[in-house]
């Protein structure tokens, strides 16, 4: 599993309103469908039923709770849910297509592969 943390999110200073607005629209839409290529899973998501997982995979795909507390920078790029009592979080990193560094512009998809982590607390 790739565990690192964030190599860009809206912490840069730089950052303008479109472009986080952009950042957003693209981390919602790829939360939506990611690619299986771009979902990584922690060794207690893997191990969940195939329905447990399908029911997991439909609650990130439908979180829109988001706050100051868990989206400080507006990017909807963090979630926190629960199923049958246990939470999961998910996570959405930006990386340089090869997924070696950092994206250079999250807001660009030609320079950015998205990738979505979801995984238990108690994993992190």
Do not use: Q
């Not at 299986?36 to 829109?64: C, H, I, K, P, Q």
């Amino acid at each position: 599993m790739l565990m690192t943390a964030s190599p860009t999110n809206g912490t840069d200073a730089g950052l303008t309103g479109v472009t986080t607005a952009t950042i957003r629209t693209l981390n919602d839409t790829f939360r939506r469908n990611p690619s299986g290529e771009s979902l990584m899973m922690t060794v207690g998501v893997s191990a969940l039923a195939m329905n447990e997982l399908a029911s997991l995979l439909r609650a990130v795909r439908d979180f829109d709770n988001f706050d100051a507390g868990n989206d400080p920078y507006n990017e909807h790029d963090f979630g926190a849910v629960e199923l049958d009592g246990t939470a999961y979080f998910w996570k959405i990193d930006y990386y340089d297509l090869d997924r070696r560094y950092g994206s250079p512009d999250p807001s660009n998809p030609d320079v950015t592969s998205r990738v979505l982590t979801i995984m238990r607390p108690d994993e992190y």
